[in-house]
C-alpha cells in the first residue's frame, strides 16, 4: 500500500506542474502503436512472479503540447499451453495473460521537426493465471494479482509530415510486485527493475 501511495503521490505531483506549464500551450492528439523489447532484473527470488512480455506491442494516446506531454498507453500479453500426457494418459492445461495500464506525464521541447519529451511512466499491470488438470487428484486453479510501475522516460519522434511521426522511447520501470491470491497465506515481498525500449508510429488528428 506504501508502494502505492508513492506511485500516486508522484503522478500528482506531475501532472500538477505539467498543467500549469500547459495552460497555453496549442494542444494536438494524436494514436500511437508501439513495438520494443523489455530485460527484467527481478528484485526477489521468484523470477516467474513477474512474467512480463519480452516482445510486446503496445497502443497510446498522445496530448501533446509545446512543453507538456501526457500519453496514457495499453498494452496486452497473453499465453496458452497444453500438454497431453501418455502414461498415464491425461491433459494438463494453462492460460497466463497481463494488461498493462500506464501513462507518460512528461516535459516537452521541439527542435525543427524534432520532439523530445522527458518523465514519468506510472501505472499498473493486472495478471491473471489459470490451470486445469485430467490428472487423478489434481485440482484447478484461478489466480489474479496487480503490479505497480513507476519510472523514468524518454522519447523523441520525427514528424516526417503534418501529421505522421516516427519515434524511439526509453523507459526504466520499478515495479512492485503483488502475490496472486493463491499466495494471501505468505508474506513476501519482491520488487523488480525493467528497462523498455520501443519504436513508435503515431498519427496526429489535430
Same mark, same amino acid.
Given at each position: 500500500? *506504501?508502494?502505492?501511495?508513492?506511485?500516486?503521490?508522484?503522478?500528482?505531483? !506531475?501532472?500538477?506542474?505539467?498543467?500549469?506549464?500547459?495552460?497555453?500551450?496549442?494542444?494536438?492528439?494524436?494514436?500511437?502503436?508501439?513495438?520494443?523489447?523489455?530485460?527484467?532484473?527481478?528484485?526477489?527470488?521468484?523470477? =516467474? /512472479?513477474?512474467? !512480463?512480455?519480452?516482445?510486446?506491442?503496445?497502443?497510446?494516446?498522445?496530448?501533446?503540447?509545446? =512543453?507538456?506531454?501526457?500519453?496514457?498507453?495499453?498494452?496486452?500479453? $497473453?499465453?496458452? =499451453?497444453?500438454?497431453?500426457?501418455?502414461?498415464?494418459?491425461?491433459?494438463?492445461?494453462?492460460?497466463? =495473460? *497481463?494488461?498493462?495500464?500506464? /501513462?507518460?506525464? /512528461?516535459?516537452?521541447?521541439?527542435?525543427?521537426?524534432?520532439?523530445?519529451?522527458?518523465?514519468?511512466?506510472?501505472?499498473?499491470? !493486472?495478471?491473471?493465471? $489459470?490451470?486445469?488438470?485430467?490428472?487423478?487428484?489434481?485440482?484447478?486453479?484461478?489466480?489474479?494479482?496487480?503490479?505497480?510501475?513507476?519510472?523514468?522516460?524518454?522519447?523523441?519522434?520525427?514528424?516526417?509530415?503534418? *501529421?505522421?511521426?516516427?519515434?524511439?522511447?526509453?523507459?526504466?520501470?520499478?515495479?512492485?510486485?503483488?502475490?496472486?491470491?493463491?499466495?494471501?497465506?505468505?508474506?513476501?515481498?519482491?520488487? /523488480?527493475?525493467?528497462?523498455?525500449?520501443?519504436?513508435?508510429?503515431?498519427?496526429?488528428?489535430?
Amino acid at each position: 500500500m *506504501n508502494s502505492l501511495k508513492s506511485f500516486l503521490y508522484c503522478g500528482l505531483f !506531475l501532472l500538477f506542474v505539467i498543467n500549469v506549464k500547459a495552460q497555453d500551450d496549442p494542444v494536438r492528439i494524436g494514436f500511437g502503436v508501439g513495438f520494443g523489447q523489455g530485460f527484467n532484473f527481478i528484485g526477489g527470488s521468484d523470477l =516467474s /512472479a513477474l512474467t !512480463l512480455p519480452i516482445d510486446f506491442a503496445d497502443f497510446s494516446v498522445t496530448i501533446r503540447g509545446k =512543453s507538456f506531454r501526457f500519453e496514457p498507453t495499453l498494452g496486452y500479453f $497473453s499465453y496458452s =499451453s497444453s500438454v497431453a500426457y501418455s502414461n498415464p494418459s491425461y491433459t494438463s492445461e494453462s492460460d497466463f =495473460s *497481463n494488461v498493462r495500464l500506464g /501513462a507518460i506525464l /512528461a516535459f516537452a521541447a521541439s527542435k525543427g521537426s524534432m520532439n523530445y519529451y522527458y518523465g514519468i511512466d506510472i501505472g499498473v499491470i !493486472l495478471s491473471s493465471e $489459470s490451470s486445469s488438470s485430467t490428472a487423478p487428484g489434481s485440482t484447478s486453479t484461478d489466480e489474479s494479482k496487480t503490479d505497480f510501475f513507476v519510472g523514468p522516460a524518454i522519447g523523441g519522434e520525427y514528424m516526417f509530415s503534418e *501529421n505522421f511521426s516516427l519515434g524511439g522511447e526509453i523507459q526504466i520501470n520499478y515495479i512492485s510486485i503483488g502475490q496472486f491470491n493463491g499466495d494471501s497465506q505468505t508474506d513476501r515481498s519482491e520488487s /523488480a527493475v525493467s528497462s523498455r525500449g520501443k519504436i513508435v508510429l503515431r498519427w496526429y488528428i489535430k
